[in-house]
């Protein structure tokens, strides 16, 4: 037996997708613009409506994280939570109407259509259902909004390293309604060089500090790369490692006294980036300073977890698969899975059309999804 969307629930889903894609909630990186404020608003509206209270936890950058669970009165396990981010990236380049959510030839589309506000428009309209059933098999139902993931994951940080703990998590993100239970880690790196400066005519009185950068790329480029990618994953295959920013020299005439380097470095769950760095700045010896100046941890989920093991099975219906898949981007999981929280990455669209010049989302799949998580979470068989 499995529960059926009726055209109601389908219109009802559609209409939140569309006011959730009117309010622009993009994301600039900078300190002083609030970009979730609206959508924030938006959403505890919605949950106080349906009579859900709310609780809006605001980071240490005065962003909003929205919480609201039902029923409001328990503890007792097993709890799920939905997740999902109210943050998008920039518009610059799109080629459609970011905010005005047209629908044409069964996509609807727009900035965030598919990252990530399809997620939250079905989990906003699971929250408002949810309750009209008798039998549900988790105790609690927890709808968290996080801010700021755009943003190397601001709010799930901010929530997690000030005490938030979840149980089993589904975190929305355009995953075409596969399960996602693994991703990469990435670590920024940075490598600064140091030398002395000297009249460019007489190289030999100063210390060219480009020349050891140099030096030490190729030495990364020999040892340390080859090392980080010699394992392989079976879903996520191999890391990786690049240098992507060089910066060093005062003028034409003068030996350069400071170079630094950044390398954006994609780690398997099993690495440990600690070990990483010792033996990068084995590697690179004396020629340069390492510094690891970001973390995000992989993530890597046992598909064998009773609650994985059940989503599999009801989005088999759709995607004719129950395998479980790696994904290539890093998300909010990262994060709280750190706590201990068991988490897996699911929703409707692809990654392909995330972040895109002409952003969209077949429709089709909104519902699908959102067919797939009711069933799911009223631990129906499909
Ligand atoms: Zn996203």
């Not at 939570?81 to 030839?105: C, Q, R, W, Y």
């Not at 589309?109 to 949810?130: E, N, P, Q, V």
């Not at 938030?164 to 920024?188: F, Q, S, W």
Request: glycine fraction near 8%; hydrophobic fraction near 35%.
């Amino acid at each position: 037996m499995s529960e059926k969307l009726t055209q109601q629930d389908r219109n009802e889903i559609l209409s939140i997708l569309t006011e959730l894609i009117k309010i622009p909630s993009v994301n600039t990186g900078k300190d002083a613009d609030i970009p979730e404020a609206r959508i924030a608003d938006f959403i505890t509206e919605y949950l106080q409506n349906i009579g859900i209270k709310c609780q809006t936890i605001v980071t240490d950058t005065g962003r909003p994280n929205i919480i609201g669970r039902w029923p409001d009165d328990t503890n007792e396990k097993p709890t799920l939570t939905l997740n999902a981010h109210i943050d998008t990236v920039n518009i610059d380049g799109m080629v459609i109407e970011p905010f005005s959510a047209d629908v044409k030839d069964g996509r609807i589309y727009g900035r965030g259509a598919c990252d990530t506000k399809a997620s939250l428009a079905i989990f906003l309209w699971l929250m408002k259902h949810i309750p009209d059933y008798k039998d549900i098999i988790y105790k609690r139902i927890e709808f968290l909004a996080t801010c700021d993931e755009e943003n190397f994951c601001g709010g799930s940080r901010y929530l997690v390293e000030n005490g938030y703990k979840a149980d089993e998590m589904i975190i929305g993100e355009p995953t075409n309604c596969r399960v996602g239970v693994a991703h990469r880690g990435l670590m920024n790196i940075n490598l600064i060089a140091k030398g002395t400066c000297a009249h460019a005519s007489v190289p030999n009185q100063g210390e060219n500090a480009i020349y050891k950068i140099t030096e030490a790329i190729t030495l990364i480029s020999k040892k340390w790369i080859p090392q980080l990618e010699a394992d392989k994953h079976n879903l996520l295959g191999r890391a990786t490692s690049a240098v992507t920013i060089i910066k060093g020299g005062h003028r034409i005439n003068i030996i350069p006294d400071r170079c630094e380097a950044t390398m954006d470095t994609r780690i398997l769950p099993n690495q440990s980036p600690d070990e990483l760095i010792d033996y990068l700045q084995k590697v690179v010896g004396d020629l340069c300073e390492v510094q690891c100046v970001a973390q995000y941890p992989a993530l890597e989920t046992d598909a064998n977890l009773p609650f994985v093991r059940r989503l599999l099975q009801a989005s088999k219906q759709f995607t004719g698969s129950d395998k479980p898949v790696g994904l290539p981007y890093l998300t909010d999981a990262s994060q709280f899975a750190r706590t201990g929280a068991k988490c897996v990455v699911f929703g409707p669209g692809g990654i392909e059309q995330a972040h895109s010049a002409n952003e969209y989302l077949e429709i089709d799949q909104l519902y699908q999804s959102a067919e797939i998580l009711l069933n799911f979470i009223l631990g129906l068989r499909q």
